[in-house]
């Protein structure tokens, strides 16, 4: 794990998850980026997902 | 009339994409509306409401499901809708379909994949975001969460986190960063320098960084902490850790920091730790009292522009300046002059649409000198909130990008069509005289911001008939950047748009112009 300081003498390399444009960003400035294809948990169905999160706690 | 509905389970698409496909489907020629969206119990009720999703159908559908809908005045229309839609899936899946693509299903095989990621964009909706995030740092990675709705309790909890590793926890709310030279989010493409810049305010960022970029000045690193890090409840969690960072880094020699006014009790915090960060300083927090931000090594700035030009004043050894224009007097009183001529009576209001809630502030601050109280869904003194978001009342700006108006609706920055349909609804209003804009470019903006904001003026001017309008911009990005400022300014000119080179410069001439009335 790399401080804030050694960031910054670091090459990024970047995981993107949400909004595509920000994934093709990093290629357009030739950073090395993966992109998440993210579903919404549980097909987004708030009671499941509470069931989720009790289940990981 | 004719509804089309088509339901496609587990296709999950994010939503600028999507609005971005639903905003081309609504220009083809009998298409009434149209909505490519996600099947969540918001989106579902938008759709229920503009009548082109049945409630039976809706019952059924999931937010993981892709819900097509269509009103159009005939079959054709729908087809054509359809036969876009298709093609426009086609562009994407082939835009991202080449080697240097990867892509991952988790967050666990996309660390695989990349082999020790170090940083991490968030964007996704808000009530997942916060989990996203922390699964990032815990995978080591610094992060910038972009996105917004995050409560402020898991705000808290994420930075609490970030500040025990020693890592970057930029938002929730978080549109900007610039680090090792990467543009992040909504940001501009700019040299690298000398210049190491803190801000809680993201368009306020852009603009600091684009005109410093265009005087000659580089950024070392440009950390953004979300608007909410320095309320009381979230103490400045961030900025304090980011500025010790920018403190130790020997790339940093000036240190800017931009934002509203912070609460008291974060404010006294900030100043004690600029104070004794052993560099000099450019404190911009816009509206503050510039006796609170004293300190032998702190300039204080009371514009976006004058910080950046503070901030290169003192990065290249020389004692700071500030400067009203850019451009000749001659040039800006010829300017004003020509505009109030023709003017009728009824007009003597401006109206500022934006699509920067910095920009915004910052124009209004400037404005209210010249014209008193602006109206505003982001008034400056609660007494000129507007009643109603809807209707402008006498003199009124209004941030575009509040929550009010990006409900179901992609950005202003990504999408102009709100901005387009309240420039012509203000041409109509025979009060208005002036219309103020602003237009931001860079990575996640809109392709072309100023030749759509060109086409509203046209329509403005053909809607307020034989009454002129003014029409005062400032275009924030740079020439590096994808839509290329020169070029933007110039669309913006050929449309008989007053052009100045920053918002505070166009926030003066359209002051001008008001005071000469």
Redesign the interface.
Known sequence: ?????E???????????????????????N???????????A???PRLLEILAKLSR | MIAYNEIRQ?A?Y????LMLFSSKLGEIPGVREAAVM?G?DHNKSLMMNSGILKSEDAEKI???DLVIGVLAEDQSAVDAALASLAEQFENKKQ??AGD????????DS??K?????????????GK??GT?AMK?MEN???VLL??DNVSLEKEIELKDYAVE????MMGPDCGTAI??G????FANIVRQGNIGIVAAAGTGLQEVTVIIDRLGGGI??ALGTGGRDVKEAVGGRMML??LE?LK??P?SEVIGIVSKPPAASVMEKIVASLKDCGKPVVACFLGADSALIEGDNIVSASTLEDAATFMVDLAQGKKVESCEFTVPVEQVESAVKEAVAGLQPSQKYIRGLYSGGTLCSEAMLILEKAVGGIYSNIALDKKYALPNVEESVENTLLDMGDDYFTDGMPHPMIDVRLRVERIKKEAADPGTAVILLDCVLG??CHADPAGALAQAVAEARAIAGDRKLVFVASVCGTDAD?QRRSEQEEKLRAAGVIVMPSNAQASRVAARILSAI
């Open positions: 794990m790399l401080t804030i300081n960031l910054f003498h670091a090459q990024l390399k970047v995981v993107n998850v949400g909004l595509e444009s920000f994934y093709e960003a990093m290629l357009d400035q950073t090395p980026a993966c992109h998440i294809d993210w579903k919404p948990p097909g987004g169905d | 587990n999950y994010d939503s600028v994409t996600m969540t999931t937010a993981n835009s991202t240097e693509h990867l892509r991952a299903k988790t967050m996309a660390v994949k990349l082999g020790e990621p170090n940083f991490a964009i968030v964007s996704l909706p997942y975001a996203e990032a080591g990675m610094h972009f996105s590793h020693n890592l970057l680090i090792n990467v543009a992040l989010g070392s690193q850790l980011a960072a130790n880094d790339r990575y996640g994808q």
